[in-house]
């Protein structure tokens, strides 16, 4: 990297990353709802190969406590089945031979505070690497300096733009967390 720009839109560009990855995670979290993203996450041994469920079937929420995962060969039911067990999401899929039906209890208030604190661990790893990413643009522009490519004044400028970007995302970081936290305990 040679500029002070080159080096901004990089750093913004991973915290953009971090905060995406953050929202991904977020969504394959159980809240006392159905969502399709809960099962997105799962691989079912597939003729051998690990397949992600969402390209083995059609996903759909027929009731707001509900997933139905309708597989586009019967065959594969019974691999759907252990799968979703294995990835310990706390439910119990049931199955007609057609169609796999996931229903979602009524979470206690006990599980709701460990979803939360996932979710603030979750939210803590993201903006430990944004704080990597905030790091490694910093150092970068160092040496730019030290190499006598930008000026000093260029240098706190972009020392002064990575950390604004770096806050900026963990602000976002922690309003996507209180929501998140807001969604889970609502009974």
């Not at 159980?30 to 799962?42: E, F, H, N, W």
């Amino acid at each position: 990297m040679e500029t002070v720009s080159e080096v901004l839109n990089d750093t913004t560009t991973k915290i953009a990353k971090s905060f995406e990855a953050l929202k991904a995670q977020f969504s394959g979290l159980r809240t006392g709802k159905a969502s399709p993203a809960l099962v997105d996450g799962i691989k079912v041994d597939y003729y051998g190969a690990p397949t992600p469920i969402k390209n083995l079937g059609t996903i759909s929420t027929p009731e707001p406590r509900q997933i139905k995962i309708t597989p586009f060969d019967p065959t594969v039911l019974a691999e759907m089945n252990k799968a979703i067990l294995a990835a310990n999401l706390g439910v119990t899929p049931q199955t007609d031979g057609k169609v796999l039906r996931i229903t979602i209890p009524e979470l206690n208030e006990q599980r709701r505070k460990e979803i939360v604190k996932l979710a603030k661990k979750q939210a803590e790893d993201q903006k430990i690497a944004m704080r990597n990413v905030r790091r490694d643009a910093n150092d970068a522009l160092k040496k730019l300096e030290k190499d006598k490519k930008i000026s000093e004044d260029e240098l706190k400028q972009g020392l002064d733009k990575v950390q604004k970007a770096t806050d900026d995302g963990i602000a976002k970081i922690d309003a996507e967390l209180k929501a998140k936290e807001a969604e889970v305990m609502a009974v």
